[in-house]
């Protein structure tokens, strides 16, 4: 068994897998190094970890994982199963670093955008070569609801509606319109950047992740993939490429 944990800047995920099988996957907000020691009684037969992790963590958590398995900790110079063209691989997103991984593992030989909808968007590209070229990064639809608040003296702090909520194109409050600009307007974003996409590697496969990728399944484009775990799948990639090399 494979344990894969992904350590965000609020919250972290820990993730099992039985060969390729994801069997387990909890998101676990406190009392991360507990919830370890309990994953490691319930799955005595854990033989390998990786962990990546975008913030500091409890220096106790690479001891238990070094005593209880072959421990990996992803860093930009970790073998990877891609070859990466990006032209400053230290400053990588450990995140665009799983999520190449995946898209390679999940489509090989074939141009991949992968669309990661969490606090950023971000938009990694693959080519059937086995490349990674990179992408861009925009802000999150919360990130977009945040700053509407913080930089004007009369909009509302908004939450985000039902991702199957019905959103006018023309608002009718300010509510609405707040609405209508930050989700759809952040649609039509993908859209288009899926639309330069295929202009120049044409066919191309689309991958949408993250958090918030409900909002973005169902959109114009008929060749979208959803994958929400598709971070988590490229760190158990990661890992099984370390332990066959």
Do not use: W
């Amino acid at each position: 068994m494979k344990l894969v944990i992904d350590i965000g800047n609020t919250s972290a995920k820990i993730a099992i897998y039985d060969n390729s099988s994801l069997i387990d996957l909890r998101t676990v907000e406190e009392n991360f190094y507990e919830s370890l020691i309990n994953t490691f009684q319930k799955y005595p037969s854990i033989t390998s970890s990786i962990v990546s992790a975008v913030t500091n963590y409890d220096d106790r958590i690479p001891a238990i994982l070094k005593k209880n398995s072959s421990f990996l900790e992803l860093t930009h110079s970790t073998p990877v199963p891609f070859i990466n063209k990006y032209s400053t691989p230290q400053t990588l997103g450990k995140d665009r670093i799983a999520i190449a991984a995946a898209a390679v593992s999940m489509f090989p030989d074939e141009n991949i955008l992968v669309i990661d909808a969490g606090t950023c968007v971000t938009y990694d590209f693959v080519n059937s070569s086995g490349e990674y070229l990179g992408g861009s990064i925009s802000p999150g639809l919360v990130m977009r609801l945040k700053a509407l608040n913080n930089y004007t003296n009369k909009l509302p702090l908004e939450s985000l509606p039902e991702h199957n909520s019905v959103i006018e194109l023309i608002g009718k409050s300010t509510r609405t319109s707040i609405l209508s600009g930050v989700v759809i307007g952040l649609k039509s974003e993908v859209e288009h950047i899926i639309n330069q996409y295929e202009l120049q590697f044409s066919p191309l496969k689309v991958v949408i992740s993250g958090g918030d990728y409900k909002y973005f399944e169902k959109t114009s484009k008929s060749n979208i993939f959803a994958s929400p775990n598709f971070v988590i799948n490229g760190l158990k990639e990661i890992l099984i490429f370390n332990e066959e090399d």
